[in-house]
């Protein structure tokens, strides 16, 4: 109680965490505010509201610095390309993820993976402005990276 918990409970499927009275509302992060509004409670760290669960508890993975470290999980957040041609009044586009989808950092490939469904702005092909400032065009499945593997000669 001294740290702000209450209670701490986890097992092989979840965990749950109730913290002290003087706490709520001054959480963030996997915790979210803990103030009893749950429409709000998968706020990302870029201020974003995830849509599920998953794309939440991905939008908090620490990046890994480099392949190289074992210890690291080689992952790094990343706004991926959308593998179908969307054309929007006639103009060829790009849709790009506005919510960070975890991906093998060069020189690793993915040894597991899961469907996510991430929210994808799409803009002419000579746009330049940052996929994750942009709103949400259409929402489509792409595949997010949970574990990588990495080649001796990683970058």
């Known amino acids: 109680p001294s740290h702000g918990l209450q209670e701490l409970y986890c097992d092989k499927d979840a965990w749950k965490i109730k913290v002290v009275d003087w706490m709520k509302g001054k959480t963030c992060g996997l915790c979210g505010k803990a103030d009893g509004e749950i429409r709000q409670e998968y706020r990302t760290p870029n201020g974003r509201l995830a849509k599920n669960s998953v794309s939440f ?53 993915p040894t597991k993976t899961t469907s996510v469904n991430v929210g994808f702005s799409c803009k ?32």
């Open 57 to 109: 508890a991905h939008s908090w993975i620490l990046p890994s610095e480099s392949c190289r470290d074992n210890s690291e999980c080689r992952l790094k957040l990343d706004s991926v390309q959308m593998e179908k041609q969307v054309t929007i009044h006639g103009d060829n586009t790009k849709c790009y993820s506005v919510e960070p989808v975890p991906r093998c950092l060069p020189g690793c490939f």
């Open 124 to 155: 002419s092909i000579d746009s330049d402005t940052s996929p994750f400032d942009r709103s949400v065009d259409i929402r489509e499945t792409t595949q997010a990276h949970l574990s990588c593997s990495c080649t001796a000669k990683c970058a």
